[in-house]
């Protein structure tokens, strides 16, 4: 076991089904994203450990096509992945625009790098 984390607030997150020929998510599962991710205004935790992202409560794993990204003229870092929670899929977006979103960032591509290398 590995004490790998990199834990820092994110500005923005939203959780979608994806690919879209997966199950379908009930309205049980859309609730509490809705809730406590996609129209949360406050910030949320995240934790990205050697193969996971904790996202508030949900663990999110199996994870693939992981971009991570600096928009032009934009002060902020955007970490987007496909993944599973449960027995579902989901394409997340997550941003952060705190002033260490450099450091962040730098975190997250040597992060990619040594778990995912061929992404």
Known sequence: MSDFDIKYLADKVFVHRWPHDTPIWDE???SELNDSI????EKKQIIVKEKTILIQK??????????ISVPPFKDECTLIFEGKFGDLSAHAHVTINHKNYLEIFNQLISWRRKFFPST
């Open 58 to 67: 949900i663990t999110f794993f199996d994870l693939k096509k992981i971009g």
């Open 28 to 30: 049980n599962v859309i």
């Open 38 to 41: 996609n129209k949360n205004s």
